[in-house]
Nanobody, 118 residues
Framework: QVQLVESGGGLVQAGGSLRLSCAAS????????MGWYRRGPGPQRELVAT???????NFATSVKGRFTISRDNAKNTVYLQMNSLKPEDTDVYYCGASIYYSTVTYYWGQGTQVTVSS
């Protein structure tokens, strides 16, 4: 079993910054791509940013230039640095990761609330 635990969410004023972290633990042989998602306006979770094990990142257009993603493979941890936050960034943010063990499974954290006030 694998657990992904997020931290760093909270309340911030527009223009401010937050740093989210997500640590994976449990039965892990290898972690592939890790990412951050938010609920978004539709029925499916919205991709915010992903990062491969080698450090190649991908961002949603709406956050490019404002957010950065990084990871520490030794700690099985991924980070999301959120700058220049806007009220429309308010959402529940979820950590996800491809976990390789006996097979590959995509795991999700329980989410952390980010609220950006005007």
């Amino acid at each position: 079993q694998v657990q992904l635990v997020e931290s760093g969410g909270g309340l911030v004023q527009a223009g401010g910054s937050l740093r989210l972290s997500c640590a994976a633990s449990g039965s892990i042989s290898f972690i592939g791509t890790m990412g951050w998602y938010r609920r978004g306006p539709g029925p499916q979770r919205e991709l915010v940013a992903t990062i491969t094990r080698d450090g190649i990142s991908n961002f949603a257009t709406s956050v490019k230039g404002r957010f950065t993603i990084s990871r520490d493979n030794a700690k099985n941890t991924v980070y999301l640095q959120m700058n220049s936050l806007k009220p429309e960034d308010t959402d529940v943010y979820y950590c996800g990761a491809s976990i390789y063990y006996s097979t590959v499974t995509y795991y999700w954290g329980q989410g952390t609330q980010v609220t950006v006030s005007s």
